[in-house]
Nanobody
Framework: QVRLVESGGGLVQPGGSLRLSCAVSGSNFNFISVRWHRQAPGKQRELVATIITSGSTRYADSVKGRFTISRDNAKKTVYLQMNSLKPEDTAIYYC??????WGQGTQVTVSS
């Protein structure tokens, strides 16, 4: 059974940092691309970052230079390091791969 579990969200002040984790089980992790998405209240879901099997990465313009996606194949985990956080980064963050496999989400709130 495929399962994705996010963790690491929380409340942080503007300018602060958080690291999100996405633990993946039940899949051939080394051969999947994983994405981080976010959804803020009243807004559409946004693709934030992607890491493919080779380790290449892509980012939304809104997070370029501030967020870094990485993967640890031994731990079957994908990370999202978020620096210089802004109030507009407040959202529920989800990891996903393929069309149907999603985690439950983790809340990130950036506020003073």
């Amino acid at each position: 059974q495929v399962r994705l579990v996010e963790s690491g969200g929380g409340l942080v002040q503007p300018g602060g940092s958080l690291r999100l984790s996405c633990a993946v089980s039940g899949s051939n992790f080394n051969f999947i691309s994983v994405r981080w998405h976010r959804q803020a209240p009243g807004k559409q879901r946004e693709l934030v970052a992607t890491i493919i099997t080779s380790g290449s990465t892509r980012y939304a313009d809104s997070v370029k230079g501030r967020f870094t996606i990485s993967r640890d194949n031994a731990k079957k985990t994908v990370y999202l390091q978020m620096n210089s956080l802004k109030p507009e980064d407040t959202a529920i963050y989800y990891c996903n791969y393929g069309d149907i496999y999603w985690g439950q989400g983790t809340q990130v709130t950036v506020s003073s």
